[in-house]
Each structure stands twice: as structure tokens, then as C-alpha cells.
């Protein structure tokens, strides 16, 4: 009988004690036990999601993230036949809101969190692609790296530009598609390309800044495909305090620093 007063009286005396603990710390002790976050993330971001969700951990410590990189259309059909991902970043706005549209994902955390550069980029010494036109018809040109237009942006954004100057005739014959631009990033660097079309965040990274020369293509030639960068919670991440953390991290300070140090506006 003893005993069991005693127990009693610790339960009494401790069980108030850790309520006050917790509340004392507020929902920081809750945050940080964690949880586990499933992120699709557009080929271009195939670097800067490492940055990002090592930024994101330095808060919540405990929160278990995966990454998945695909060209967006990929992406998005993977969470279209059910894959189980909480957030989709993709490389432009259509393939979030078309989510959105199919009831896969809420409305209100449909977000554009940056704007990507496209650039042409060559590892030949000898090829100036200040002319990009010019670098097309070059007789020297065989294979023009690009990614698959249908289910990449930047694959969409490259075909504009050609579109645009002219050239998409002389340059179809020479296309290398990747189905995604860190394949078409791939084609160029081994040099089964004379040069491509990649994101900007590619060629900054540190695997590949020291290779080649690029050149930035101006925005006003892609205009109607623009890159805006969205990001949205799946039916599954609405379900998730952890994955909501992580878009409401995407909007903030630490997360837009390393988006604009890999040349993401």
C-alpha cells in the first residue's frame, strides 16, 4: 500500500511538471519532434534542393525530408497515378495549378517561390554562343542539347527561343532531347553535345561551374513560356504540419538567399 502511494503521489506531483515544461517551450518542442516530408523537386533544382533542406533541418532538426528530382510533366504525372509525395516544386506555374484543377492538391498553398534563367551552354572552347542563332547554323554544330518540351519548362522555354530567332528549323534536325535539362546538362558536358540549353541553377552548382562557358539567353525571347517556379502541397502533404512547414521555409529569408546564389531570381 505504501508503494502504491508513493506512486501515486510522483504521478500527482510530475505529470503538471512536464505539462508546464512543455508549455513553457511553446510548439517548439512539437516541431521539433519531427516528422518525415516527400518532395518532388523539378530537375533544375537537383542541386539547390541539397541546399535547401539542409537550411530547413538547422530548424527542424528532427524532420526526415526525401527528394525526388524528374522533369516536372513527370512529376506531376507520378502524383496524378497516386505517388507519394507532400509538396511538388515545379519548374513553372501549369503543372501546380493543374493539380490544383484536379482536385490533387489545396488551392491555398498553390505559391510561385522563384523565377528561373535559362542559358546556352557549351564545354567546346571554340564555339562563341553570344550568337545564338549564329552558334545553330554553324556548320560545326551537330548536336544541339535540349530537353524534352513536352514535360520539361525549360525544354518549352528553349523551343520558344528558337522559335523566336528564327532558327527552329535549322536546329531540329541537331536536337539531342533529355528527358529532363539535368540529362540534356549531361549530353553537354560529356560533350555528346556541341552545346544545350540548361538551367542556370545547373551550371553554377559546384559539379559544374568550372566547366565551359555559358551565356544567359535574354527572358524577353521566352516570354510566353515563362519560368515561375510553384510549389504546392499534395492531398497527402495537407495532411502533414511538417510539409506545410516546409513551404511556409520556402518563403522566407534563408530559403530565398540560396535560391538567388544559384541564379534563381
Known amino acids: 500500500m505504501l508503494n502504491r502511494a508513493a506512486v501515486l503521489f510522483a504521478v500527482s506531483v510530475l505529470l503538471p511538471l512536464a505539462d508546464a515544461a512543455e508549455g513553457a517551450d511553446g510548439n517548439t518542442a512539437r516541431h521539433r519532434r519531427g516528422g518525415e516530408v516527400s518532395i518532388a523537386a523539378a530537375a533544375n533544382l537537383v542541386y539547390t534542393i541539397d541546399a535547401l533542406n539542409s537550411e530547413f533541418r538547422k530548424t527542424y532538426p528532427e524532420t526526415k525530408l526525401t527528394s525526388t528530382s524528374g522533369a516536372s510533366g513527370s512529376l506531376f504525372a507520378q502524383i496524378q497515378n497516386g505517388a507519394p509525395f507532400d509538396l511538388f516544386l515545379s519548374a513553372d506555374a501549369d503543372f501546380p ?5 484536379a482536385g490533387l492538391g489545396p488551392p491555398s498553398s498553390l505559391r510561385i517561390f522563384a523565377t528561373g534563367r535559362l542559358v546556352a551552354w557549351t564545354t567546346r572552347g571554340d564555339l562563341d554562343l553570344h550568337d545564338i542563332a549564329g552558334a545553330v547554323r554553324h556548320r560545326s554544330v551537330r548536336r544541339i542539347a535540349i530537353a524534352q518540351p513536352q514535360t520539361a519548362p525549360y525544354g518549352r522555354a528553349a523551343k520558344a527561343v528558337l522559335d523566336q530567332l528564327g ?39 559546384p559539379r559544374l561551374q568550372a566547366r565551359g562557358t555559358w551565356v544567359e539567353v535574354p527572358a524577353a525571347l521566352y516570354a510566353s513560356v515563362p519560368l515561375d517556379h510553384a510549389v504546392v502541397l499534395t492531398r497527402r502533404g495537407e495532411q502533414n504540419p511538417a510539409a506545410k512547414q516546409y513551404l511556409d521555409f520556402l518563403g522566407g529569408d534563408p530559403a530565398k538567399k540560396i535560391l538567388a546564389r544559384f541564379g534563381y531570381k
Open 97 to 101: 495549378a493543374r493539380l490544383v484543377q
Open 167 to 205: 532558327v527552329i528549323a535549322d536546329a531540329r534536325p541537331k536536337f539531342v532531347v533529355g528527358e529532363s535539362v539535368t540529362q540534356t546538362a549531361q549530353f553537354v558536358e560529356t560533350g555528346n553535345a556541341d552545346f544545350g540549353f540548361v538551367a542556370l541553377s545547373l551550371v553554377l552548382s
